[in-house]
T-cell receptor, first 115, second 115 residues
Framework: GAGVSQSPSNKVTEKGKDVELRCDPISGHTALYWYRQSLGQGLEFLIYFQGNSAPDKSGLPSDRFSAERTGGSVSTLTIQRTQQEDSAVYLC?????????????FGEGSWLTVV | AQKVTQAQTEISVVEKEDVTLDCVYETRDTTYYLFWYKQPPSGELVFLIRRNSFDEQNEISGRYSWNFQKSTSSFNFTITASQVVDSAVYFCALIASGGSYIPTFGRGTSLIVHP
């Protein structure tokens, strides 16, 4: 498709399990962002990839969270040993270039529920 | 440091009323970019508008209009003759080099339009 694609759309997992969330950005977009949105809350920045540069991980809440971006395209956000407070919508976004004011386009999000 | 403030947590109006959503931003950069996004109940953030700091011209798109005033660091959004389909959470965002070009979002304003 032409937009940012995320999978899975919904994920229910047991506390303590690991989860992987996938993001496929818009073709040609070099910048990729992950945000988290808890129920009724705003957007919390997690991590930012720009081309081949080292990612900005300043928003990751703990060392249980990690992300990678392979080949400058698809990104995977991994949460290890999930906790109930990790329950949220994880939003991925991409833009043509990260340096500058390019419009950022969001995917539909991955709804994570930790039980 | 940069910051976006959306002081209105929730606004409730009756259909056909006009409504203005406030956005106040803080940045030390002279070049920056401002955005508005709409998040309907389905969850996906939809891009509405992008404005750079050098263009203070107000913009109108159908029932939507935006008032950018650098003197008051505000970028307000007005919906004229609101409709039920306008019910959503609206986010204002800022991108600037001082924030490493990572978008900073306000906490959002929930707009409820009653029939």
């Amino acid at each position: 498709g032409a937009g940012v694609s995320q999978s899975p759309s919904n994920k229910v997992t047991e506390k303590g399990k690991d989860v992987e969330l996938r993001c496929d950005p818009i073709s040609g977009h070099t910048a990729l962002y992950w945000y988290r949105q808890s129920l009724g809350q705003g957007l919390e920045f997690l991590i930012y990839f720009q081309g081949n540069s080292a990612p900005d991980k300043s928003g990751l809440p703990s060392d249980r969270f990690s992300a990678e971006r392979t080949g400058g395209s698809v990104s995977t956000l991994t949460i290890q040993r999930t906790q109930q407070e990790d329950s949220a919508v994880y939003l991925c976004a991409s833009s043509l270039h990260g340096t500058g004011g390019n419009t950022i386009y969001f995917g539909e999000g991955s709804w994570l529920t930790v039980v | 440091a940069q910051k976006v403030t959306q002081a209105q947590t929730e606004i409730s109006v009756v259909e056909k009323e006009d409504v203005t959503l406030d956005c106040v931003y803080e940045t030390r950069d002279t070049t920056y970019y401002l955005f508005w996004y709409k998040q309907p109940p389905s969850g996906e953030l939809v891009f509405l508008i992008r404005r750079n700091s050098f263009d203070e011209q107000n913009e109108i798109s159908g029932r939507y209009s935006w008032n950018f005033q650098k003197s008051t660091s505000s970028f307000n959004f007005t919906i004229t003759a609101s409709q039920v389909v306008d019910s959503a959470v609206y986010f204002c965002a800022l991108i600037a080099s001082g924030g490493s070009y990572i978008p900073t979002f306000g906490r959002g304003t929930s707009l409820i339009v009653h029939p």
